[in-house]
């Protein structure tokens, strides 16, 4: 086994990230001077930026503006406060009943805007202030916010699932998103177990009652919004559509309904589309970046010898899987999502398939395990959003969000080793 290649990509790109290089450069510089072990330095150029290229070449990538730009008319269009209204008549009688809000506002807005920053950005926004004023702890209505939002990328639609997709080499977009609900919903409702005890302890104030008759009006006005889900994970499993036209089916539902509720204007659609190219050139940016990156481990045999030596040390899959956790939990915590995906895919997926783990099956416990990540200093995206719509600090959040990570976790490890939490619904529609 050459350890060199290894040495000189790792090195590298850790030492670019810590003197602060943009991620996806980080990524191209030191994909550029693993090839220069082997090879010369223009072949090395060429190399790089022509995978770089071709990596963006599929099909099944343009779903991914599309749901941006369909995240973003719905972060505009008036949705969040429409689930926050059916939310609210469903649990907010209930001990931590705004807290229990967030969750599953968080859930539905992230998995119909497949977006966790724009799921954290709507629900602190709306939620924050009205949980302050009923008695809440500002860090504790963010922490709860931060981490239920990182729910919607392993709910679908999801941009990152179909990053995997592309990374695995082409697993069943359409299976990965059915197999994301039941692992998704089952650490929302241990999150919402955990806000429901931690708000009776601390005496919070109940919310009222809601009537069968207001229950039904907020459904009802909720309805349109929840429909997107009906259609777009409809049509992708009853084979009306492919992921990348379910995306744009979902832009224009969105865009209907913002006219319809009178909440997007013709003068607003520039900006929105300017916002959307914009997150769109960044993760393609990333995409391509790290698509260079696992073309040169595969050329230096990079995952084959990561593989060997993994199995070296067992062959029991409840260890292999705890190890890959581990190292998952601690790359989420230094690295962004989309690159984790693409990079660590093809190291680790030739491991587990020998052990005979599903694609899809991994592919879930994958993104839970990097949603995590995302609620992490010093990269977490999501936990800076989180903290700056509610105006409070890491350092405060860190203490109320250390019993949800532990939660989150336990989730983690019960979707790793039930298989049948996220191949149930994909094998029960022949997927």
Not at 380 to 387: A, E, M, R, T
Request: aromatic share 10%; glycine share 8%; with cysteine.
């Amino acid at each position: 086994m050459d350890y060199l290649p290894i040495f000189v990509l790792v090195f590298s790109f850790v030492f670019f990230l810590s003197i602060g290089t943009p991620v996806a450069w980080s990524i191209s510089i030191a994909s550029l001077l693993t090839m220069l072990v082997s090879i010369p330095l223009l072949p090395s150029v060429t190399t790089v930026s022509q995978r770089m290229g071709t990596g963006l070449d599929s099909f099944a990538l343009l779903a991914i503006p599309f749901f941006i730009l369909s995240g973003q008319l719905m972060n505009k269009g008036g949705i969040a406060h429409r689930l926050i209204a059916f939310a609210k008549t469903l649990v907010g009688a209930l001990p931590g009943g705004l807290a229990l809000i967030n969750v599953i506002g968080a859930m539905l807005m992230g998995a119909i805007a497949g977006s966790a920053m724009a799921s954290a950005s709507a629900m602190g926004s709306i939620l924050g202030p009205e949980m302050e004023k009923e008695g809440y702890s500002k860090e504790f209505g963010a922490a709860v916010n931060i981490t239920s939002s990182t729910l919607g990328l392993v709910i679908p639609p999801s941009n990152v699932l179909i990053v995997y997709s592309l990374a695995s080499g082409g697993v069943s977009i359409a299976a990965l998103f059915l197999a994301g609900y039941i692992p998704g919903i089952l650490t929302g409702l241990f999150l919402m177990v955990l806000a429901y005890f931690w708000a009776k302890k601390k005496k919070y104030k109940l919310g009222e009652r809601s009537s069968l008759k207001n229950v039904a009006k907020t459904f009802f006005a909720a309805l349109p919004s929840l429909l997107l889900l009906i259609i777009v994970i409809g049509g992708i499993v009853a084979g009306v559509f492919t992921a990348t036209e379910a995306s744009a089916v979902a832009v224009l539902y969105t865009l209907i309904l913002g006219f319809v509720y009178k909440e997007i204007r013709t003068r607003d659609l520039p900006k929105i589309l300017l916002e959307s190219s914009i997150t769109t050139a960044v993760v393609m940016l990333l995409i391509g970046a790290s698509m260079s990156m696992s073309w040169v481990m595969s050329y230096e045999n990079i995952p084959q010898d990561i593989t060997t030596s993994l199995l070296s040390i067992s062959d029991n899959k409840i260890i292999i899987l705890l190890i890959i956790n581990l190292l998952l939990l601690f790359v989420g915590i230094f690295m962004d999502m989309t690159p984790a995906v693409l990079i660590f895919t093809p190291i680790f997926l030739p491991v587990v398939t020998k052990l005979g783990i599903d694609p899809v099956h991994f592919g879930i416990i994958m993104v839970l395990n990097l949603s995590i990540g995302l609620c992490t200093p010093p990269v977490g995206s999501v936990l800076f959003v989180g903290v700056g719509v509610a105006k409070t600090t890491i350092q405060k959040v860190i203490k109320p969000l250390i019993p949800l990570f532990l939660v989150m976790i336990f989730a983690l490890l019960l979707v790793t080793y039930i298989p049948a939490l996220s191949m149930w619904l994909p094998q029960l529609f022949n997927l």
